[in-house]
């Protein structure tokens, strides 16, 4: 799978928190869709307009936001690489290649791995605990800074 995702510091996000990954866990869960306005009071507060410019002013932001369902304007949640990584790991896909391009993407090649134990049953193969060392290549690489600090 191939997966290009907006990084949060490149984006009219960039002044909202990165979503956590128990948030994505509960909203998958809770099988969440574009109808859902609960980041909305968010989203209107920290939205950065002028990097939006087809959002025109705050009251058509305000106006089209509302409707997100039939346009699909809002980024329900907020991502940087490490955040990114979190939620891979957590599906059991194990990642091939991490990079980020200008002006926003994350872009992450992933596949399904599994193997069959002693035992005869189907466990995920998972190595992706090291894309998140402080060390790791993509961090090195990356062209924001937020990748590159570490917690």
């Not at 909202?16 to 869960?29: A, E, G, N, Y």
């Not at 939006?52 to 329900?76: I, M, P, Q, W, Y």
């Not at 990079?99 to 992706?128: A, F, G, M, R």
Request: glycine residues 2%; contains cysteine; charged residues 25%.
């Amino acid at each position: 799978m191939l997966l290009v995702v907006p990084h949060k510091q490149g984006t009219f996000d960039h002044n909202r928190p990165v979503t956590r990954l128990s948030h994505l866990i509960q909203d998958m869960k809770n099988e969440v869709d574009e109808h859902d306005l609960s980041h909305l009071t968010e989203i209107l507060k920290l939205h950065d307009l002028s990097m939006d410019l087809e959002a025109g002013t705050f009251e058509n932001f305000v106006t089209r936001s509302k409707d997100n369902f039939n346009n699909r304007c809002l980024h329900h949640h907020v991502f940087t690489t490490e955040s990114v990584i979190y939620m891979i790991d957590y599906v059991g896909l194990k990642i091939l290649l991490v990079t980020t391009h200008p002006p926003h993407y994350i872009i992450i090649l992933c596949q399904k791995i599994t193997y069959v134990n002693k035992n005869q049953e189907i466990e995920v193969h998972n190595s992706n605990l090291r894309l998140l060392d402080k060390d790791a290549s993509w961090r090195k690489s990356s062209c924001f800074t937020l990748d590159k600090k570490i917690k």
